[in-house]
């Protein structure tokens, strides 16, 4: 985690490994799935914040609190449709995210 963590706070990618790690150190299990990605994700963000702070940008604008209110609108209804999703399915879908996102970067990068 520590890895993962600090890969994305140097660079802002590792998402996509830490999902797909986390799914293929839990199996089947999705609680505990869903439990390693959160805190992998925590992890990250407070090495990305270290970053920002020791390398530097002063200008961080604090101004758009409207991002700390999306997680809150988004976290009752993904509860929802994550109690109605099975094992397996659950494991597809981040695999698919995790593709999705990583052909994503890669055709960003190459333009």
């Known amino acids: 985690m520590i890895l993962i963590g600090s890969i994305h ?12 790690f986390s ?16 805190y992998g994700y925590f992890t990250m963000g407070v090495i990305q914040y270290i970053t920002i702070l020791f390398i530097g940008s002063v200008s961080i604008d604090f101004v758009k609190l409207y991002y700390s209110f999306l ?14 999703i099975d094992n397996k399915i659950y494991i597809k879908i981040i695999n698919y995210i995790a593709l999705i996102f990583g052909v994503l970067a890669l055709i960003i990068s190459l333009i």
């Open 9 to 20: 706070g140097f660079t802002n990618m590792g998402g996509g490994f830490l999902s797909i």
């Open 23 to 38: 799914t293929s150190v839990n199996k089947e299990d999705r609680e505990s799935t869903r439990n390693y990605i959160s």
């Open 71 to 84: 997680p809150l609108a988004l976290y009752f209804p993904s509860q929802k449709i994550f109690k109605k």
